[in-house]
Nanobody, 115 residues
Framework: QVQLVESGGGLGQPGESLRLSCAAS????????MGWYRQAPGKQRELVAT???????NVADSVKGRFTISRDNANTTVYLQMNSLKPEDTAVYYC?????????WGQGTQVTVSS
């Protein structure tokens, strides 16, 4: 079992930056992938970015060049630095962890981009 605690998010204006963090606890030694998904109202949940324990990243085209994913050396915390925010980035952001074939999700944190 893995428990996820998200922090960060909130309200930002277009062009501003926000940072999300997600701390994993429990059976973290065998986590191989961590990342973020998001779901906007009326839309399906979509990939934002993931990072493997080999530092391989997968970033959605819609945020490439603006968002950066990283993780700490202990591979227990994943970060999402969001720069140049746009109104279309407004969504609930979910932390994601994959351990073998098992997937775990955070409860979600709201990000709202509005002037």
């Amino acid at each position: 079992q893995v428990q996820l605690v998200e922090s960060g998010g909130g309200l930002g204006q277009p062009g501003e930056s926000l940072r999300l963090s997600c701390a994993a606890s429990g059976n973290t030694l065998r986590i191989n992938t961590m990342g973020w998904y998001r779901q906007a109202p009326g839309k399906q949940r979509e990939l934002v970015a993931t990072i493997t324990n080999g530092e391989r990243t997968n970033v959605a085209d819609s945020v490439k060049g603006r968002f950066t994913i990283s993780r700490d050396n202990a591979n227990t915390t994943v970060y999402l630095q969001m720069n140049s925010l746009k109104p279309e980035d407004t969504a609930v952001y979910y932390c994601y962890v994959k351990l073998f074939v098992y997937e775990y999700w955070g409860q979600g944190t709201q990000v709202t981009v509005s002037s």
